[in-house]
């Protein structure tokens, strides 16, 4: 079965900065990859997925994803973070060519930019 | 529609009563999703729709909670004799065809439970 960690349930930023959002993943095969973002009282907005192809992924608003297979890891970042980037980050996954297997989601990862 | 539309957008009720929850997926999507997100807990996924059918109802909590679609469009999320512990968000997404698309996520069900 798949999974996925987002290790920080919490992350500070402050505005300018670089910020990074972790996540890593267990699934049978190869994956697809998603990153959604959630702002308050708003359903999850998708942001970029990972396919095949170039490992690193561009997206929405600057956001930018690396999948690294050896380490089994889709890591979201950003080179300058916004005050306006503060919501919540979900990762999720789920096997590709895999019909309509639903993606699960990790617990998701609040991300506070500071001014 | 231009966007997943589901209502009521909060929902009160007192513990024991049914509700149910409405998800109007974009025209044309043929996959539909439910998912719970409560405080803490993520998203947890709770059955999908292909067409009219749900081959997975894995994720269903208790027999307390089905769901269902007709016409391959809207579909109805029902919550028996409601527990506090039911109280969460309750998004639905849509999806079409294609596999290479993510899911568009509704705003979600704000149920409380008193």
């Known amino acids: 079965a798949q999974s996925v960690a987002q290790p920080e349930d919490q992350v500070n930023v402050a505005e300018g900065n670089p910020l990074t959002v972790k996540c890593t993943y267990s699934v049978s095969g190869n994956p697809y990859l998603f990153w959604y973002v959630q702002y308050p009282n708003r359903g999850l907005q998708f942001l970029l997925k990972?396919?095949?192809?170039?490992?690193l992924v561009k997206g929405s608003y600057g956001f930018e994803a690396e999948f690294n297979k050896s380490q089994t890891s889709f890591h979201l970042k950003k080179p300058s973070a916004l005050v306006s980037d503060s919501a919540l980050y979900f990762c999720?996954?789920?096997?590709?060519?895999?019909?309509?297997?639903?993606?699960?989601f990790g617990k998701g990862t609040r991300l506070s930019v500071i001014a | 529609g231009a966007g997943v539309s589901q209502s009521p957008s909060n929902k009160v009720t007192e513990k024991g009563k049914d509700v149910e929850l409405r998800c109007d997926p974009i025209?044309?999507?043929?996959?539909l999703y439910w998912y719970r997100q409560s405080l803490g807990q993520g998203l947890e996924f709770l059955i999908y729709f292909q067409g009219n059918s749900a081959p997975d109802k894995s994720g269903l909590p208790s027999d307390r909670f089905s769901a269902e679609r007709t016409g391959g469009s809207v579909s109805t999320l029902t919550i028996q004799r409601t527990q506090q512990e039911d109280s969460a968000v309750y998004l639905c997404a849509s999806r079409p065809a294609a596999q290479q698309y993510g899911y568009t996520f509704g705003s979600g069900t704000r149920l409380t439970v008193v």
């Open positions: 999720a996954v789920r096997p590709l060519n895999s019909g309509n297997t639903p993606l699960v």
């Open positions: 025209s044309g999507h043929t996959a």
């Open positions: 990972y396919i095949t192809g170039d490992n």
